[in-house]
Each structure stands twice: as structure tokens, then as C-alpha cells.
């Protein structure tokens, strides 16, 4: 891994679990401070607006600057703004005041993000029939699973996603991780080469593979959702493996 000049670290499962920081990850983050080395938080959590993770981040004893963190939401409200979109939203409540002032004159677009408990048939059912009738389809993101506060995989929006696409024939405009514009828009506000920006996350296949496919080295940590052989699912491409956060920054920076 070579010409390091910014480093793009995940949140959940790599900087957290739950409301805990992992041992470590906060003086790997201060590390990376003191190098001088441009530093953004790119996520794909989509049931916490912006200002509560931003707010949850300064709990942990993290300051980060909102315009420092990328949520597949905030990419979501600039691409229905662009194209004077409606949402309909398929989203955890919490998360809608994120789309809240938009357009409600214009043709319709389903966004749909991880609802959780809020999934239903009939909503789901609703996006069906709207993007049958010719409703953009936008999801915030197609993670498989992720870590829930329990400590066990959750489904994610991803198998929703898939179903829909299945049912409707037609494919979603996914804008969260692996979808390479979402990356492109973070090494973008660093004035540096895609190859020259390193992605740590503890998803093999959003976090890693994707940032490899746009450009990007990867670093996979052996934590939050991460399973044994998780790996494997990398294809090709300039990637290394460490244990947590910490470890991946002293590979980083020794």
C-alpha cells in the first residue's frame, strides 16, 4: 500500500459497536490527526439522521465536523433535489428529517434505506407498484447485514432492496457503500487520487471491495461484522487485513 494521503475510515463496527467505543479506535483516530493526514467518516448507517451521529460521536469523546462524516442519506437528498424528485420514503422514522423541505410537485422516486422495524408488506408493497408505474428506485445502501446492539447479525436494507428488484425488474440506483460515486464525493473534498486514499471498514464486500473497484486501496478489520474468510469475497486489488482500527493505522503509519 503506497502513496498514502487520506484515509477514509467506516463507523459502525469499526469505530463502535453499539454505544461503546472499541478499544483503541479513538487514539487510532486522534493518530491519524497528528499525522496531518485528511481524514472523512464514510457510513452507511441509515436508521440515525446526520445530527445524531455526529451528536453520538462527540459522546464517545470523538468531535467530528458534520462535513466531515457521508451518509448515503445526504447523497440521497442532493440527487432528489438535482432532479426535483418526490421521495417516498421506506426509511426508520428517525431518519426522515434528513429529507425533510423537499419538492413535493414532480415525479415520484422510492427511497428506500434500512427501515427496520418499520418494514411492512404494505409499504413494501406500495414501492412496488410506484416504481412499476415508473418511480425512480433509490436505495441508501445493499449490505446484506450488519451488527446489531445485541451483538448478533441483522438484516440490513439489501435483501429488501434485492426484493423489490426482483418483483419489479427493475434495478435500484444504489448511493451508499459500494456504489463508487459515494466514494468518489469523499476523496473529492480531499484534492487527492483515488489511489491514493485508503477505505478501513469492517465489511469485506461494501467497505473493501467497493473502494477497490473505485479506485481506492482497502483495509479490512477483523471486527464488527467481520466473520472468518470474510476476505475471500475480495476479489483482486491493493488490500491488507488487521485486526482493529488501531492495528490497520500502525500498519498505516509505521
Known amino acids: 500500500m503506497t502513496g498514502l494521503k487520506g484515509i477514509l475510515v467506516d463507523l459502525d463496527g469499526v ?4 454505544e461503546a467505543a472499541l478499544p483503541g479506535s479513538l487514539e487510532a483516530v486522534q493518530r491519524i490527526r497528528e499525522a496531518r493526514i485528511p481524514l472523512k467518516f464514510l457510513t452507511n448507517t441509515a ?5 445524531q451521529i455526529v451528536g453520538d460521536l462527540g459522546r464517545l469523546g470523538l468531535s467530528v465536523a458534520a462535513e ?3 451518509t448515503p442519506a445526504a447523497l440521497a437528498r442532493t440527487h432528489l433535489e438535482r432532479h426535483n424528485l418526490v421521495p417516498y420514503l421506506i426509511v426508520h422514522p428517525d431518519l426522515r428529517e434528513d429529507f425533510a423541505g423537499l419538492t413535493t410537485n414532480g415525479l415520484e422516486a422510492v427511497v428506500l434505506g434500512d427501515a427496520g422495524a418499520f418494514f411492512t408488506y404494505d409499504l413494501l408493497n406500495q414501492a412496488f407498484r ?6 425512480a428506485f433509490l436505495a441508501l445502501a445493499k449490505n446484506r447485514n450488519f451488527l446489531d446492539r445485541d451483538g448478533e447479525l441483522s438484516l440490513d436494507a ?3 432492496v434485492t ?3 426482483y418483483a419489479s425488474g427493475r434495478t435500484a440506483t444504489v448511493l451508499g457503500k459500494p456504489a463508487p460515486a459515494f466514494f468518489k464525493l469523499a476523496v473529492e473534498s480531499m484534492a487527492c487520487a483515488a489511489k491514493d486514499v485508503v477505505m478501513i471498514g469492517d465489511d469485506a464486500e461494501a ?3 467497493g473502494a477497490i473497484a473505485a479506485g481506492l486501496q482497502g483495509m479490512l478489520v477483523r471486527t464488527g461484522k467481520y466473520r472468518p474468510k470474510h476476505e475471500t469475497r475480495i476479489s483482486e486489488g491493493p488490500y491488507r487485513v488487521a485486526d482493529d ?6 500498519l498505516l503509519l509505521r
Do not use: Q, S, T
Not at 469505530?15 to 453499539?18: A, N, T
Not at 436508521?47 to 445530527?51: E, G, Q
Not at 410506484?130 to 418511480?135: D, F, M, N, R, T
Open 15 to 18: 469505530v463502535y459497536v453499539g
Open 47 to 51: 436508521r440515525r439522521p446526520l445530527r
Open 68 to 70: 466531515d462524516v457521508y
Open 130 to 135: 410506484k416504481i412499476l408505474h415508473g418511480a
Open 158 to 160: 439489501g435483501p429488501f
Open 163 to 165: 426484493g423489490l428488484e
Open 207 to 209: 467497505d473493501v471491495a
Open 245 to 250: 482500527l488501531k492495528a490497520a493505522v500502525d
